[in-house]
């Protein structure tokens, strides 16, 4: 929940601004989009992929032994976020298309589903059925992704090449990390040892496929994060230009 809640959630707020400047043009709508949600899988992605792999440990260490019946609820709900962080940006499309209905018609079908899903997975499973239900509520959502990149004539396999160089950098940080894991735990090593060389390894991982296999993806994450974080100060010429250039936060489209 942090994760949407901190750090997709806002950058979607940002995204319908940028789009709506292009939200005639269909093929740059749709690459803006993917641009987007695929700086928001760099970061997420490995995140809650790492926190699946290490939860029994990170669990332990950070609220003790009783807590531990948590830990499948925990990593089935990193998967549901690593999902949500990646449809909740498509309102946006929505909004740009001028249909601001239709994320509210899509949210009722997730909150019946999901409201089904909980109640009788948690009625028979308890509070593993809970997180299943909450797994199952979101599949509704990639429906409304199908649909609301068919409305801008951009197929979602689209969406899965943009998500492919984030998706393979963490495949690396899980195996890498599960690897790591599993031999400090044949060495009887304590909950805070195993995390000690866990996560180093999931994070060496992750950007050393990246590096690899995809390094014009490091460049342009560079740029994107220099783009955001620019702040560069102004010439009078500048200044009387402002309203022409673009705001902090918003993603270069082209």
């Given at each position: 929940?942090?994760?949407?809640?901190?750090?997709?959630?806002?950058f979607?707020?940002?995204?319908?601004?940028?789009?709506?400047?292009?939200?005639?043009?269909?093929?740059?709508?749709?690459a803006?989009?993917?641009?987007?949600?695929?700086?928001?899988?760099?970061?997420?992605f490995?995140?809650?992929?790492?926190?699946?792999?290490?939860?029994y440990?990170?669990?332990?260490?950070?609220?003790?032994?009783?807590w531990?019946?948590?830990v499948?609820?925990?990593?089935?709900l990193?998967?549901?976020?690593?999902i949500?962080?990646?449809?909740i940006?498509i309102?946006?499309?929505?909004?740009?298309?001028?249909?601001?209905?239709l994320?509210?018609?899509?949210?009722?079908?997730?909150?019946?589903?999901?409201?089904?899903?909980?109640g009788?997975?948690g009625y028979w499973?308890?509070?593993?059925?809970?997180?299943?239900?909450?797994?199952?509520?979101?599949?509704?959502?990639l429906?409304?992704?199908?649909?609301?990149l068919?409305?801008?004539h951009?197929?979602?396999?689209?969406?899965v090449?943009a998500?492919?160089?984030?998706?393979?950098?963490?495949?690396?940080c899980?195996?890498?990390a599960?690897?790591?894991?599993?031999?400090?735990?044949?060495?009887?090593?304590?909950?805070?040892?195993?995390?000690?060389?866990?996560?180093?390894?999931?994070?060496?991982?992750?950007?050393?496929?990246l590096?690899?296999?995809?390094?014009?993806?490091i460049?342009?994450?560079?740029?994107m994060?220099?783009?955001v974080?620019?702040?560069?100060?102004?010439?009078?010429q500048?200044?009387?230009?402002?309203?022409?250039?673009?705001?902090?936060?918003?993603?270069?489209?082209?």
């Amino acid at each position: 929940h942090m994760m949407i809640d901190r750090l997709a959630h806002p950058f979607s707020q940002v995204l319908f601004p940028t789009l709506s400047k292009v939200q005639k043009d269909d093929a740059r709508l749709a690459a803006g989009y993917l641009k987007s949600v695929k700086l928001v899988a760099f970061v997420v992605f490995p995140l809650l992929a790492g926190l699946a792999v290490v939860a029994y440990s990170a669990v332990a260490v950070l609220w003790g032994q009783k807590w531990l019946s948590i830990v499948l609820a925990l990593q089935l709900l990193c998967f549901r976020a690593a999902i949500s962080s990646v449809l909740i940006s498509i309102g946006a499309i929505f909004l740009c298309k001028n249909r601001p209905d239709l994320p509210f018609k899509f949210g009722l079908l997730e909150f019946a589903v999901t409201f089904a899903a909980v109640g009788i997975l948690g009625y028979w499973l308890g509070l593993e059925g809970v997180a299943m239900g909450m797994v199952i509520g979101v599949f509704p959502g990639l429906y409304m992704a199908y649909f609301a990149l068919r409305m801008i004539h951009q197929p979602i396999w689209g969406l899965v090449q943009a998500l492919w160089p984030p998706l393979a950098g963490t495949m690396g940080c899980v195996a890498s990390a599960l690897g790591a894991k599993v031999i400090a735990e044949s060495l009887g090593m304590p909950h805070w040892g195993v995390l000690a060389i866990a996560v180093p390894a999931g994070f060496l991982a992750y950007f050393g496929v990246l590096f690899i296999g995809f390094p014009d993806q490091i460049k342009w994450i560079k740029e994107m994060i220099i783009l955001v974080l620019r702040k560069s100060p102004m010439t009078g010429q500048e200044q009387q230009g402002v309203t022409k250039q673009p705001t902090d936060g918003q993603v270069e489209l082209d």
